[in-house]
């Protein structure tokens, strides 16, 4: 959280995440360029310039595997909140990653031709009738443009700028130029594979994304409560939340509402951070606020507001105790509405 | 009571104790997955074939055909290229040399520049100017046997012919294909792959069934397992394909 806007706010965790980061693309790259033409003993070896755009290609198609695999992962286990701390900073590597992938490819494949390089990729390959040999080379633009828009989307400025509502849209885009990569792969280098082990890589990579994200789903739908919006809803008996933590009630419109224990009090906030739409209610009461488990981003209970100097502010929701049982009013408060919690003993209805 | 008791993670503090052994395996997890990664596919990469660029400059003299794409009946061959051969000819890059002996069809010249050869498929990459190809039409030129071994359907791959010689390793295949359309459409002769050896080879030089290069019709193809049907003729040493462009088909 910060009050202004700085390129990075650096902390310990950040620069282990960046550290790691690099050290295992290093591994990788240097693995496959350097080790590979030693270990596959080839008469005469493949083309350095080949070699090294499928070293970045491959390695831009893991990172971006992983990265997808971070937030269902999380989902389904906290214990992988730390791997979607700094996320950002993974993707930004990828598009870099991926950018020398492009680099390799237009200097080798369209270099050495009368028609310019740019030129050369719109037009050397115009079979657009057919799977194969259609021109995977689209899907892979496609691709590499959704990725430069989100990591010069992907700073605080920007979030702010567009809405966290836009900005989660945008960035949503992330989803359909994984699958263009897929194509692109499938389309492209895949065909030309005696090996099956890299028609396994991605039938691994895209398949384990998919089931991450169905079990990340099915859990969550499990977790929730779907109610109507009548005038008062019954959300759950006071004991079924622990302290500190949150019951998470989706509502018939789609928003989605946090319900907090704090000691023997009861607030409710919109499940929405406003940094990045991040699921408050997977959250925790850190020093007496709600603590999203993305970033950090803390609001009061009380009224959805961050501390001072912070101003971020989320709705907030009435509640009322009809016995041991909570109720909740589904129409939603101005961001930033102080409420009064209610505490057990109370019937407030 | 909800029974999520894991330790809570904020990026901005200290990891939790919990958290911290579990944070240490991960981290030598994901070092260990990535170059486990890394080491599979570099692996299991297919050989690109023993097709390359040969060492030394060659210098050769021959009769020059240039239909349909332009090629060397050699007369006075070199250490590496031998008299008799048939050589295909490019310019540097994904060029031609269609413009430079267009003048000179049937005549003596001297060619000098780079050789490439994959198998009995050989190819110069001439240097510039009159150095890589030079006017000897006051020589006498020999007669070329022309052997016309009469139509064939074939199945196989159209490449472009540098590539495939060994310009690049690997030269052929979808992932290429872009690259191969370029270097027909720069003038590189496009060349057959057949997948099961005519009269001995493999690689044969395409035209259509007039003589005449053919490369916009070849360029949806290129890449692709194939049949097409045509007249072979054997030109010197090489075979060339001479396709009818209505019956190229891909295979599944």
């Given at each position: 959280?910060?009050?202004?806007?700085?390129?990075?706010?650096?902390?310990?965790?950040?620069?282990?995440?960046?550290?790691?980061?690099?050290?295992?693309?290093?591994?990788?790259?240097?693995?496959?360029?350097?080790?590979?033409?030693?270990?596959?003993?080839?008469?005469?070896?493949?083309?350095?310039?080949?070699?090294?755009?499928?070293?970045?290609?491959?390695?831009?198609?893991?990172?971006?595997?992983?990265?997808?695999?971070?937030?269902?992962?999380?989902?389904?286990?906290?214990?992988?909140?730390?791997?979607?701390?700094?996320?950002?900073?993974?993707?930004?590597?990828?598009?870099?990653?991926?950018?020398?992938?492009?680099?390799?490819?237009?200097?080798?494949?369209?270099?050495?031709?009368?028609?310019?390089?740019?030129?050369?990729?719109?037009?050397?390959?115009?079979?657009?009738?057919?799977?194969?040999?259609?021109?995977?080379?689209?899907?892979?633009?496609?691709?590499?443009?959704?990725?430069?828009?989100?990591?010069?989307?992907?700073?605080?400025?920007?979030?702010?700028?567009?809405?966290?509502?836009?900005?989660?849209?945008?960035?949503?885009?992330?989803?359909?130029?994984?699958?263009?990569?897929?194509?692109?792969?499938?389309?492209?280098?895949?065909?030309?594979?005696?090996?099956?082990?890299?028609?396994?890589?991605?039938?691994?990579?895209?398949?384990?994304?998919?089931?991450?994200?169905?079990?990340?789903?099915?859990?969550?739908?499990?977790?929730?409560t779907t109610v109507s919006l009548n005038d008062w809803i019954t959300?759950?008996?006071?004991?079924?939340?622990?302290?500190?933590?949150?019951?998470?009630v989706r509502l018939e419109n789609?928003?989605?509402?946090?319900?907090?224990?704090?000691?023997?009090?009861?607030?409710?906030?919109?499940?929405?951070?406003?940094?990045?739409?991040?699921?408050?209610?997977?959250?925790?009461?850190?020093?007496?606020?709600?603590?999203?488990?993305?970033?950090?981003?803390?609001?009061?209970?009380?009224?959805?507001?961050?501390?001072?100097?912070?101003?971020?502010?989320?709705?907030?929701?009435?509640?009322?105790?009809?016995?041991?049982?909570?109720?909740?009013?589904p129409?939603?408060?101005?961001?930033?509405?102080?409420?009064?919690?209610?505490?057990?003993?109370?019937?407030?209805? | 009571?909800?029974?999520?008791?894991?330790?809570?993670?904020?990026?901005?503090?200290?990891?939790?104790?919990?958290?911290?052994?579990?944070?240490?395996?991960?981290?030598?997890?994901?070092?260990?997955?990535?170059?486990?990664?890394?080491?599979?596919?570099?692996?299991?990469?297919?050989?690109?074939?023993?097709?390359?660029?040969?060492?030394?400059?060659?210098?050769?003299?021959?009769?020059?055909?240039?239909?349909?794409?332009?090629?060397?009946?050699?007369?006075?061959?070199?250490?590496?290229?031998?008299?008799?051969?048939?050589?295909?000819?490019?310019?540097?890059?994904?060029?031609?040399?269609?413009?430079?002996?267009?003048?000179?069809?049937?005549?003596?010249?001297?060619?000098?520049?780079?050789?490439?050869?994959?198998?009995?498929?050989?190819?110069?990459?001439?240097?510039?100017?009159?150095?890589?190809?030079?006017?000897?039409?006051?020589?006498?030129?020999?007669?070329?046997?022309?052997?016309?071994?009469?139509?064939?359907?074939?199945?196989?791959?159209?490449?472009?012919?540098?590539?495939?010689?060994?310009?690049?390793?690997?030269?052929?295949?979808?992932?290429?294909?872009?690259?191969?359309?370029?270097?027909?459409?720069?003038?590189?002769?496009?060349?057959?792959?057949?997948?099961?050896?005519?009269?001995?080879?493999?690689?044969?030089?395409?035209?259509?069934?007039?003589?005449?290069?053919?490369?916009?019709?070849?360029?949806?193809?290129?890449?692709?397992?194939?049949?097409?049907?045509?007249?072979?003729?054997?030109?010197?040493?090489?075979?060339?394909?001479?396709?009818?462009?209505?019956?190229?088909?891909?295979?599944?």
């Amino acid at each position: 959280m910060s009050v202004k806007y700085i390129p990075v706010q650096w902390n310990t965790n950040k620069w282990i995440y960046d550290i790691v980061l690099i050290l295992s693309v290093g591994i990788y790259l240097w693995i496959f360029i350097e080790w590979g033409p030693v270990l596959l003993d080839h008469g005469k070896p493949v083309t350095p310039q080949i070699h090294n755009a499928r070293a970045f290609g491959s390695c831009a198609f893991l990172m971006l595997t992983l990265i997808l695999c971070i937030g269902p992962a999380a989902r389904l286990n906290q214990k992988f909140l730390p791997l979607l701390y700094n996320r950002r900073h993974f993707g930004v590597l990828t598009l870099f990653v991926a950018l020398t992938h492009v680099g390799y490819i237009l200097d080798w494949y369209y270099a050495f031709s009368p028609t310019p390089k740019l030129e050369g990729v719109l037009t050397a390959n115009t079979s657009f009738g057919r799977v194969l040999g259609f021109p995977f080379e689209v899907f892979g633009i496609f691709g590499l443009v959704v990725l430069l828009l989100l990591a010069v989307t992907s700073h605080d400025f920007w979030l702010k700028f567009l809405t966290p509502r836009l900005w989660k849209r945008l960035h949503m885009l992330l989803y359909p130029a994984y699958a263009a990569l897929v194509a692109h792969v499938a389309l492209g280098a895949l065909q030309d594979q005696t090996s099956p082990w890299r028609a396994i890589f991605i039938l691994f990579s895209a398949g384990g994304v998919t089931a991450l994200h169905a079990a990340a789903f099915l859990k969550e739908a499990r977790s929730e409560t779907t109610v109507s919006l009548n005038d008062w809803i019954t959300v759950c008996d006071a004991d079924d939340i622990e302290d500190g933590f949150a019951r998470v009630v989706r509502l018939e419109n789609g928003e989605r509402v946090a319900v907090f224990r704090s000691g023997e009090s009861f607030s409710a906030i919109s499940n929405a951070c406003a940094h990045q739409n991040g699921p408050l209610g997977e959250g925790r009461i850190v020093d007496g606020c709600v603590t999203c488990p993305w970033h950090g981003f803390q609001y009061r209970v009380s009224d959805g507001c961050s501390p001072e100097p912070f101003t971020e502010r989320v709705p907030t929701y009435n509640l009322a105790l009809d016995g041991a049982k909570i109720m909740l009013n589904p129409d939603a408060n101005p961001p930033g509405t102080p409420t009064t919690p209610v505490s057990l003993g109370e019937n407030g209805k | 009571m909800s029974e999520n008791r894991t330790p809570f993670f904020v990026g901005y503090l200290s990891a939790p104790k919990g958290l911290r052994s579990f944070l240490l395996v991960s981290i030598v997890s994901m070092l260990l997955f990535f170059a486990g990664v890394g080491w599979l596919l570099a692996t299991t990469q297919p050989d690109p074939g023993s097709a390359g660029f040969l060492p030394g400059r060659q210098t050769l003299i021959g009769v020059l055909e240039n239909k349909p794409y332009p090629m060397l009946h050699v007369t006075e061959g070199s250490n590496r290229i031998s008299t008799g051969t048939t050589v295909l000819l490019s310019g540097g890059g994904k060029r031609g040399v269609q413009s430079r002996g267009k003048d000179l069809e049937g005549a003596v010249v001297r060619i000098s520049g780079q050789a490439l050869a994959r198998g009995d498929l050989q190819m110069i990459q001439l240097r510039g100017g009159m150095q890589g190809l030079a006017d000897m039409s006051d020589t006498e030129a020999p007669g070329i046997d022309v052997e016309d071994l009469g139509k064939w359907r074939l199945q196989g791959e159209i490449c472009d012919g540098k590539c495939l010689a060994g310009a690049m390793r690997p030269g052929t295949g979808l992932a290429h294909k872009a690259c191969a359309n370029l270097c027909l459409t720069g003038g590189v002769p496009p060349v057959f792959v057949s997948s099961q050896p005519v009269e001995g080879s493999e690689f044969l030089l395409v035209g259509n069934a007039n003589g005449e290069p053919l490369t916009e019709q070849l360029l949806d193809y290129t890449a692709l397992f194939v049949e097409a049907e045509g007249r072979i003729e054997r030109r010197g040493s090489l075979l060339v394909f001479l396709m009818d462009p209505t019956t190229v088909r891909p295979l599944p």
